[in-house]
T-cell receptor, first 113, second 113 residues
Framework: AQSVSQHNHHVILSEAASLELGCNYS??????LFWYVQYPGQHLQLLLK??????LVKGIKGFEAEFIKSKFSFNLRKPSVQWSDTAEYFC???????????FGTGTLLAVQP | SQTIHQWPATLVQPVGSPLSLECTVE??????LYWYRQAAGRGLQLLFY??????ISSEVPQNLSASRPQDRQFILSSKKLLLSDSGFYLC????????????FGPGTRLTVL
């Protein structure tokens, strides 16, 4: 069965700290991987995505994620977080013609100034 | 440009009452449409998706149903709400290409009392 696991449910960091959010997936076949972010009071929006090619993907606002096929992982990283990065982050996987997304449970990130 | 609308924004309903949430998309034709529910501590769960008018696929058995009477209209319904139906309901659309990102609406906060 298709599934996505996010191991960190709640993360609290100080500004300038480095961030890594874990994401592991289980999916048969070719996958597309996504990180979505939901800032307080805003819509879900795409942070970055991986389809193929370079496994290191760069997204908006200095975020990046690395696809490691052997580990079924797609961890999100940022070298130095800011207070404005406070949000909920969702890892998701899709595949097939219907393009339906399977989401992880999300990680709430709180960055303290 | 494409936009996605959901209404109402918030809804408080008694147990056993009916439900109708509406989602419309503008600026695109023949989109894939999706309903997700975000429940506290459970992340985003795909409820239904549709690849065309009248075509609905259900991901999770429950007392909810979905309909797509027009190309860019997606409705989520229930005949009798349960307490467990409380949550944040998100509509999303994507183009009919595998791996395309999804665009999310503003969501409806449903509280069942």
């Amino acid at each position: 069965a298709q599934s996505v696991s996010q191991h960190n449910h709640h993360v609290i960091l100080s500004e300038a700290a480095s961030l890594e959010l874990g994401c592991n997936y289980s999916y048969g076949g070719t996958v597309n991987l996504f990180w979505y972010v939901q800032y307080p009071g805003q819509h879900l929006q795409l942070l970055l995505k991986y389809f193929s090619g370079d496994p290191l993907v760069k997204g908006i606002k200095g975020f990046e994620a690395e696809f490691i096929k052997s580990k079924f992982s797609f961890n999100l990283r940022k070298p130095s977080v800011q207070w404005s990065d406070t949000a909920e982050y969702f890892c998701a996987v899709s595949g097939g013609a219907t393009n339906k997304l399977i989401f992880g449970t999300g990680t709430l990130l709180a960055v303290q100034p | 440009s494409q936009t996605i609308h959901q209404w109402p924004a918030t809804l408080v309903q008694p147990v056993g009452s009916p439900l109708s949430l509406e989602c419309t998309v503008e600026g695109t034709s023949n989109p894939n449409l999706y309903w997700y529910r975000q429940a506290a501590g459970r992340g985003l769960q795909l409820l239904f998706y549709s690849v065309g008018i009248g075509q609905i696929s259900s991901e999770v058995p429950q007392n909810l149903s979905a309909s797509r009477p027009q190309d860019r209209q997606f409705i989520l319904s229930s005949k009798k709400l349960l307490l467990s139906d409380s949550g944040f309901y998100l509509c999303a659309w994507s183009v009919l290409v595998s791996g395309s990102k999804q665009f999310f609406g503003p969501g409806t906060r449903l509280t069942v009392l």
